[in-house]
């Protein structure tokens, strides 16, 4: 058997060199000769810029360069990587995004200049006596108001703030309008899908280089798919062809979908690398951060659960406010639309469903993928709306949950996808165990004795991941493909090589990947090594988000590999002067059926680069194989969430008592990891749930801008928690059966946190609460029970 | 941050002689607010005099009155060490932020910022202790005078904190979910000549005794005494973390979880 093959819970390797602070970031990145660039940017939400008087700062110390964005005038504008096709047909629409701002700044955080110095400390010295020319413009921050006639455009030659109106399936709209209509009963409920700041631990940071003696090109930057940027910076920005232009995300400290867009900074420096022939670095503060990475969620929905008259879901009708913020990030246009809308029949067979998202451009920060990613605000306004219904009609919830669940699979829903597996009984079983359901009675009235109030939420979750196929996505709008690539290198002593186009940047690749090389090859997982984050030496990849790296990315590993096994085998025939069709390899021996001749796998991989006794005239030398796979479909990871909150009936407190999640990942590679990836969603969820509050002002000043306003989880907000993964049901059509389990978490949480505190709230007379938007604050809490 | 210069005197005399050679120098404690300050680029001090390098300002020690004196220097952690005499401040020294924070942040250096959201100014109006400084003496009633406003004059450095000790005390603080500081805090002592009651973290003012509260308990000390009351809600401060109505009724709430607690 192979050491550490599929199945092991083999601890990361990579976790070495972080825990012991030898990790290689792209800020440990230094160029001899680099120089600093600090941005100056906008301290108003919205103006028109006059002008931007430099000349004060150009004579300070240390000074090299400072540029505006008359500087990128003949440069193409950062470019978004998905149109939308609204209601009526017509393309969304598309603003400019220059690399600094021209004509107007749209949000706090929006970049005017650029100073580039000697030092960090003199570029942002120099900074401070750059003088703006702004004339203030009201600013546009509320959505609905944004879309009122006449209202402030953020975009003077936009036609107003409606980047669409999207239906979907817009067939179907009359078809749901009728069933809504002749219900038995109807459960309406408005919410908000509270915006968050992503906060990944490190920092964005971009290190351009240029050699004049080459004309190459080199960025070094965080991200977590340095191959999308190299074709958008190259292609649409700087017009650098791919040959001359290699982009290089080394190790990554957290993204959460954050670090998957182009931004203007990466253009930046990039940009002046070759304009100064020097190096040039940006290193973001955590106050830059906050008000430049790009944010997440931000929806304000109504959704309208329709019921027969036996409590069967009828029809589910949402209409949806996305904000857009002020320009459209790298794939903003698709969160709210293909990767919200085709989730709204969630784990039920609900017959017609029609889901409305009109996006809107407001003087924000632009908000785009965050962890889940369109699929957390579909399972938060579904799972939230059936809990409320389940109370109106005074059934049981999961019982509510499984009469209307699918249950036979293949199963097409009516927003135009095709669920391959799931066995949502199942992981509702399962939950019930790990969550000691039946104990819930027992662990009230002990709250109670200690003055508590004590709630019980429940929910359900599907998520489309895998992403994506790349035919289907073109067809709705996406301007790349989505497969993924892997070069295994097999050296001549029978080491391996593994080159990915996934991106590791906390996922643990660099430990899973090589379970899958070890178990197909029969061979020791540490003869496997990965590499992945730079374009030179890694085939065309399209990184890591959408939970979408082991069942795309692993399933170009496997077809890599099974290149590799019929080459071995072939060598191996040859060296045994046997028939290929007898070769089998097992713990790696290649060995003769029916024999006692075998040749070990060190013997076949020295062939095939010493090639003395080698088949030449049939067979190439070397052993290198690369596969690009595209999936058939996306995988559907599903699970059953419950949560147990005490509520502090004085203040409005909530703590959360415990927590349990039973997942369907399909098979799993390294449970260990994938109990962790579960982990940090749930506290991501809960996060959003009950801290993360991203507020902004009338004014379009970010309120919560620092830690001291902005509350990430800390150990002490999540409990210790219930997680099982036995229930799988393996993906149909990639070669590894996963589904993958990076989103899952932070899906699936949220609701269940809701459900719980207004569970809690009800059971103590509150019963005019039945919602209380995110985050649940204990000053929210409080307010709500105060009638 | 910057540039700035930085001096590290011995005794409290030099450092009142390099803080009075300009007003652009500025004392620095434990930094604890001074230092992300400054990150901010929102002071530009010309130099800064470090207090931690002054012995007589650190450590714990009883008077003659039976009142414990704890140094301005002193760090929290060491707060909440030593003084064991008087357990509700050593608690209170122990919920303040985190062990990084409360090895660096001192006692002189948070009540000379007087933010209101701290604690310590709590313990110190809670318990009519004396801050005394180079130059005088100042009842805590005298001293706190509003949002980051004291009766220190230019230069003045805090020196020692005097804190009679109560027969019983207890501090009692709703975290701020963000920066843990007190949204709410309430410190209740029982003296023998009478109840304090002071509340950090929840009004415009700053740090106030809620006096109401003292006279009922006055004649009544426990939580009853204080059943369905808190203090008006105008002068409360207001913000994303709570309204000012929300505060107000967390005053109530945490003065009455204090009696209940205090030992």
């Known amino acids: 058997m192979p050491k550490d093959g599929i199945g092991a819970s083999t601890k990361r390797r990579e976790d070495v060199r972080f825990l012991t602070g030898n990790g290689n970031y792209t800020d440990d990145i230094n160029i001899r000769g680099q120089a600093y660039v600090h941005f100056l940017r906008s301290d108003v939400a919205h103006g028109t810029l006059n002008g931007v008087d430099t000349s004060a700062a150009e004579g300070m110390p240390g000074v090299i360069r400072i540029f505006t964005g008359e500087d990128f005038a003949e440069v193409g504008g950062i470019p978004c990587g998905w149109q939308v096709t609204d209601r009526h047909g017509e393309p969304m629409q598309e603003p400019a995004h220059p690399v600094l701002a021209r004509g107007k700044v749209r949000h706090v955080g929006d970049p005017i200049a650029a100073v580039v110095a000697e030092t960090r400390e003199q570029a942002r010295d120099a900074a401070e006596a750059i003088m703006p020319d702004i004339t203030d413009l009201p600013p546009v921050m509320d959505m609905k108001e944004a879309l009122k006639d006449g209202a402030t455009k953020v975009h003077d030659d936009l036609t107003s703030n409606l980047c669409y109106d999207w239906g979907f399936v817009e067939e179907n709209k009359g078809a749901v309008d009728e069933a809504i209509k002749n219900a038995a009963h109807v459960t309406t409920l408005e919410l908000v899908n509270n915006r968050l700041v992503p906060n990944a631990m490190e920092p964005r940071v971009a290190v351009g280089d240029y050699n004049r003696s080459t004309g190459d090109h080199t960025l070094y930057t965080t991200s977590q798919n340095p191959h999308v940027i190299r074709l958008l910076m190259g292609a649409f920005v700087l017009g650098i062809p791919e040959h001359k232009l290699r982009v290089v995300a080394p190790d990554v400290g957290g993204g959460f979908g954050s670090k998957i867009y182009h931004y203007a900074e990466e253009a930046f420096c990039t940009f002046a690398a070759k304009a100064l022939n020097r190096p040039v670095k940006w290193t973001c503060s955590r106050s830059e951060a906050f008000i430049s990475d790009a944010h997440g969620r931000d929806h304000v929905t109504k959704i309208e659960l329709a019921l027969d008259a036996d409590n069967n879901f009828t029809a589910v009708r949402t209409e949806t406010y996305a904000n857009m913020g002020a320009y459209l990030s790298t794939f903003a246009p698709s969160i709210p639309t293909w990767l919200h809308g085709t989730l709204m029949a969630g784990n039920y067979k609900t017959p017609n469903i029609y889901v409305n998202v009109k996006a809107v451009f407001t003087n924000t920060v632009p908000v785009d993928a965050y962890r889940g990613a369109g699929r957390p605000e579909a399972t938060y306004q579904l799972e939230r709306v059936i809990d409320k219904a389940a109370r109106e009609l005074g059934v049981d919830p999961i019982a509510l949950r499984r009469q209307n669940f699918i249950t036979e699979f293949p199963y097409a829903t009516p927003v135009a996808v095709e669920y391959d597996t799931g066995d949502y009984n199942a992981t509702m079983d399962k939950l019930s165990e790990i969550a000691d359901l039946s104990g819930f009675e027992a662990r009230l009235q002990e709250s109670k004795a200690r003055g508590k109030l004590r709630g019980l939420g429940v929910n359900c979750y599907i998520e489309a991941c895998g992403i994506a196929p790349s035919n289907l996505v073109g067809q709705l709008g996406a301007r790349a493909g989505l497969y993924e690539s892997a070069t295994v290198r097999v050296n001549a002593t029978g080491g391996i090589t593994v080159m990915t186009g996934s991106h590791s940047h906390g996922q643990g690749h660099e430990t899973a990947f090589p379970q899958v090389v070890a178990e197909m090859l029969g061979i020791d997982a540490s003869m496997v090594e990965i590499e992945h984050g730079d374009t030179a030496n890694t085939p065309m990849g399209m990184g890591t988000y959408g939970s979408r790296s082991i069942a795309v990315g692993g399933s170009a590993m496997v077809r890599a590999t099974e290149k590799i096994i019929a080459k071995t085998k072939k060598i191996a025939a040859h060296l045994l002067e046997a028939s290929e069709a007898d070769i089998e390899l097992k713990d790696g021996q290649f060995s003769v059926a029916g024999t006692d001749k075998s040749v070990a796998w060190g013997d076949v991989t020295l062939a095939a680069y010493v090639p003395h006794n080698y088949p030449l005239e049939d067979l190439e030398p070397g052993l290198e194989e690369t596969a690009f796979y595209d999936p058939a479909n996306f995988t559907y990871p599903s699970g059953a969430y419950a949560c147990e909150v005490e509520v502090d009936p004085d203040t409005g407190k909530v703590t959360i008592e415990r927590f349990a999640a039973a997942d369907d990942f399909g098979n799993i590679i390294n449970p260990m990891i994938v109990s962790g990836q579960v982990h940090g969603g749930l506290a991501q969820g809960i996060g959003q749930a009950l801290l993360e509050q991203c507020s902004y002002d009338s004014d379009g000043q970010l309120l919560s801008a620092s830690y001291m306003d902005y509350t990430m989880p800390r150990a002490d907000d999540v409990p210790f928690y219930q997680v099982d993964h036995s229930c799988q049901t393996p993906c149909t059509h990639n070669p590894l059966g996963v589904k993958g389990c990076g989103e899952a978490g932070a899906i699936g949480s949220p609701p269940a946190v809701v459900n719980a505190v207004v569970d809690a709230l009800q059971r103590a007379g509150h019963s005019n609460v039945t919602h209380i938007d995110m985050p649940l604050t204990p000053s929210r809490v409080w307010s709500a029970m105060q009638g | ?263």
């Open chain 2, 1 to 263: 941050m910057y540039a700035f210069d930085i001096e590290r005197p011995s005794t409290v005399s030099d450092a009142v002689k390099l803080l009075k050679e300009s007003d652009e120098n500025q004392p620095l404690s434990g930094g604890q607010t001074l230092i992300p300050t400054l990150k901010q680029r929102l002071a530009a001090p010309e130099k800064l005099i470090s207090l931690t390098g002054i012995d007589e300002m650190k450590g714990i020690c009883e008077d003659d009155d039976g009142r414990l004196c704890i140094g301005a220097a002193t760090c929290h952690a060491d707060v909440a060490a030593g003084a064991g005499k008087y357990p509700a401040l050593a608690a209170l020294a122990r919920q303040i932020g985190d062990p990084a924070v409360r090895n660096r942040g001192t006692l002189g250096g948070s009540l000379a910022n007087n933010d209101p959201s701290a604690c310590y100014p709590s313990a110190v109006l809670g318990s009519g202790a004396t801050v005394v400084t180079n130059s005088r003496e100042i009842a805590a009633d005298d001293y706190f005078q509003g949002m980051f406003a004291t009766a220190l004059e230019e230069g003045e450095i805090i020196t020692e904190v005097k804190f009679p000790v109560p027969e019983k005390a207890c501090y009692m603080k709703f975290e701020q979910p963000a920066s843990r500081f007190a949204l709410v805090g309430v410190f209740v002592a029982k003296y023998a000549d009478g109840v304090r009651v002071a509340v950090t973290g929840a009004s415009e003012e700053g740090v106030f005794r809620w006096t109401e509260a003292e006279e009922k308990l006055n004649s009544d000390f426990s939580s009853s005494a204080l059943e369905g009351m808190s203090p008006p809600a105008d002068n409360m401060i207001s913000d994303l973390h709570g309204s000012g109505a929300y505060r107000a009724h967390l005053v109530g709430v945490m003065a009455r979880r204090a009696v209940d607690a205090a030992h």
